[in-house]
């Protein structure tokens, strides 16, 4: 049996790695963090079947998943309206489920090398699921956990100036915080909180800011990233999957499911190679047209829909039509996640 080498241990390259252990695949991935550890992330997904979850063996990972109901958008601090949404949606930390999924590879036989850049060029073998790859300009995300905060609905949506905030519990009780910005606050800060809610503040969700200041911060939770495009199709996708192979705007909670999914998708494929059934040219070739077909009506949709949610003018469509009650929700949520 040949082995696969997974560059990246986030959701994507993890999934992939315990659905290969089940199949007595050898596996070796490499992760440059070390677990547990918080990432930028709004922590609910949505969209993920039993089946999927299943397939690749993580049940034991989602184990206390909180799952949500409801969500009520937010424009200028006020709630527009509630909704409830078509399936449930798990609500989970990534520093629990990465490092949970993490010790089930080790369990199951395979390798997880942590605190390793790896640098490795295209080869046979080599998945790369390292995650978003930054570029110059973009969106930034924010997050962090707050105890002691009482939300709306199981998810809160704050639309601010060319940025959004979700809000959602997660498997502990704590609340998520976590936001995409056109533009976040720079300057001298005296700690990561002050960037953070000077952030809230310039994009027009300083009433969030306050909220957030009354609540009980947990300081080791607090993360950012830069260099976020949505909208670009990635140059080169063969061999890659999850964010490496392209972002969905995480207004969708989607982003983490499609990044599992993309590895049950390729997982047979990858047994093939290992079983010496496949060759890796084939591989390549397979996995990308698989991943192009059953992911680009999502992003299609959610490309088209993300201005709804960032631009001041059509945020005011978006809330006319919500509070009219003639917003398609169902329909919407449908077409970003099926
Ligand atoms: C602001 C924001 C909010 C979001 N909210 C949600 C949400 O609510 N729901 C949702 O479903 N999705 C959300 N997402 C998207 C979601 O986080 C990603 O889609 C998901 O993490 C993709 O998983 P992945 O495995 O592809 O990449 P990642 O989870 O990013 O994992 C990549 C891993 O590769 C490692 N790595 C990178 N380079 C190397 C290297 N050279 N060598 C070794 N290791 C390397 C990294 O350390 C990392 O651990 C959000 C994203 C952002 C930015």
Redesign the pocket.
Known sequence: MKKITI?????????LANGLRLADVPVEV????HYP?H????????GLTEQTIQDLGLKSCFVDALRHSTTCFFSKGKAIRTYALPSPVLGIS?HTL?LRMANLVRERGGIVREG????LSPGNGIIQ????KPKAGG?S???GHWGDLETRADLEMHMGEHSYV?L?AVENGDINV???FKQIAVGEFGSRLDRFLATLERNGLGYLAKRLSKANLREDSLCS?AG?HYNSIRGHFRGT?????R??P?F????????IESAASVLPLAVAYAEGRLAWEQFLEESDTRLREQFAHRYRTANLLHPFLLSPSLQSILTILSRARLLPFPALYKLTHA
């Open positions: 560059i990246g241990g986030g959701l994507g390259g993890l999934a490499m992760e440059a963090g550890r990432r930028v992330c709004g922590e609910f997904m949505a990534r990465d390793v850049r790896a640098d699921t390292g995650g978003n969106f995300g924010m997050k979700g959602s976590c936001g995409l990233v976020l999957l999850g964010d490496r192979h972002l969905i995480p969708t909670g989607n982003g983490m499911t499609i990044a």
